[in-house]
């Protein structure tokens, strides 16, 4: 792309006004000074700047996993209030948005797009993938319980348990409000704990509270 063609699709600025900019020496290209208004430029390996400031380049597709800590609200706005939202842990680029969102007392991943093809895809019946959770339900469930649980959901998995709690995963296939604390309430063990670990191919991982990752091209492929 031509140097002048990218700064004025990323930038404020008219044609014309870029072009007068690059003649008076207001923009550098990997840290140099350029007057070539026609100068082929990559975005994406070389570093464009006007006025010393770094020109992001708005038409590449970003995706990226975050970790939502608890009590955190699902929004990229500015909080009301004494509320908390992800705002402070979305990266400083443009257009960012939640592909979709979990409760607030729940934890774990969720992803960021500024493309509405893949952001679409989590909201299609048939192409959403499935998630799965790591959950802490309020006492040993016994086989009447996992019984019961059946019938809410055909896969989970015990991890471990006692008489004060029971540790598992389960992979739901549709993400209704409430849907897991609303299931667990009705077989009297309350979930404790609830984190999202796995969207389709793309899992939590070692990720920390609060951080986020671009997601590799084997995730985006699956």
Not at 40 to 47: H, L, Q, W
Not at 57 to 73: E, F, G, Q, S
């Amino acid at each position: 792309m031509k140097l002048n063609q990218f700064i004025a699709q990323n930038t404020h600025l008219s044609r014309r006004q870029v072009d007068q900019a690059i003649r008076d020496k207001r923009v550098t290209v990997k840290n140099k000074i350029t007057m070539n208004m026609a100068l082929e430029v990559n975005p994406a390996k070389e570093k464009v700047r006007l006025d010393k400031k770094l020109i992001e380049n708005k038409n590449v597709k970003v995706y990226m996993a975050l970790y939502k800590p608890k009590d955190y609200i699902c929004s990229t706005q500015k909080p009301e209030k004494k509320k908390k939202t992800l705002l402070k842990y979305i990266p400083p680029r443009k257009h960012l948005k939640l592909v979709d969102r979990i409760e607030v007392e729940t934890e774990g991943l969720v992803l960021i797009s500024n493309d509405g093809a893949f952001i679409n895809k989590f909201h299609d019946p048939k192409k959403k993938p499935e998630q799965e959770y790591s959950l802490l339900a309020k006492g040993k469930m016994e086989d009447k319980d996992l019984a019961k649980l059946k019938k809410h959901y055909s896969s989970f998995k015990i991890i471990k348990a006692n008489t004060r709690e029971t540790l598992l995963t389960l992979v739901i296939n549709e993400g209704r409000n409430r849907q897991i604390r609303k299931a667990f309430d009705s077989i009297r063990h309350p979930v404790k704990y609830l984190q999202r670990i796995r969207i389709g191919s793309i899992k939590l991982g070692s990720l920390k509270k609060g951080k986020s990752r671009l997601l590799t091209k084997e995730e985006l492929d699956a």
